[in-house]
């Protein structure tokens, strides 16, 4: 079942309110004791953390065999895979939005999460020695595709909001990984990558690649 309906969307991901609360209340503490360079850089420092959870709004695309791009960020790597397919690697800055989304429709069919190193993302042994988190999605006319979302040096957490069996949409939000990472995309063959290296993507909007 999609948890989309279900779930209410607010404009910052609940995963930093938390950080966004706790710097806010540091904030005020501080101006209530005459801090005021302190207030100050706590506040900052909040809107900083509050930016970086942002979660808007996406429009994903509507033609038939279009794959959406799973991250927003700088397209660093796209290789031929072992399968026949084509993997292409997403860096996202911490300016970046760090929502990850489905690039297709289907029904998540595992989710594995591998233990390693924190490499910097856009290093290019971070795809194997990285912790990361693979989501395996299959579509209704039985084609695979992989969301792996590595961590990187400063991301330490990886969040998957699925599992195993639920089904998701085209552009649905999925997870995140905290301050800084890489999403890398797993393409089944018979689709061609529309993006190029170096270009800038949108996460749920951006079509990544089309059915040949």
């Not at 302190?38 to 953390?49: K, N």
């Amino acid at each position: 079942m999609s948890r989309q309906s279900s779930n209410p969307h607010y404009p910052v991901a609940r995963e930093g309110w938390g950080y966004t609360i706790g710097l806010l209340t540091l904030g005020l503490i501080s101006t209530l004791l005459g801090g005021t360079s302190w207030a100050i850089f706590c506040f900052l420092l909040a809107l900083c953390v509050a930016a970086f959870f942002r979660d808007p709004e996406r429009l994903p695309p509507t033609e038939p065999g279009a794959v959406a791009s799973p991250a927003d960020g700088k397209v660093i790597a796209i290789e031929e895979t072992e399968s026949g397919g084509t993997m292409v690697g997403i860096f996202l800055a911490v300016y970046d939005v760090h929502i990850n989304r489905s690039p297709v429709a289907g029904t998540i069919q595992e989710t594995e999460h591998k233990p390693g190193q924190f490499l910097a993302a856009f290093n290019k042994n971070a795809a194997k020695a990285n912790e990361q988190n693979a989501i395996d999605i299959l579509t209704n006319s039985g084609e695979n595709f992989r969301v792996v979302q590595i961590a990187g040096l400063i991301a330490r957490r990886i969040i998957c909001w699925y599992g195993k069996g639920d089904t998701i949409a085209l552009g649905e939000r999925i997870g995140l990984i905290q301050f800084g990472s890489r999403t890398d995309l797993h393409l089944p063959p018979g689709y061609t990558v529309e993006v190029s290296l170096g270009e800038r993507v949108c996460g749920g909007e951006t079509v990544i690649a089309r059915a040949s």
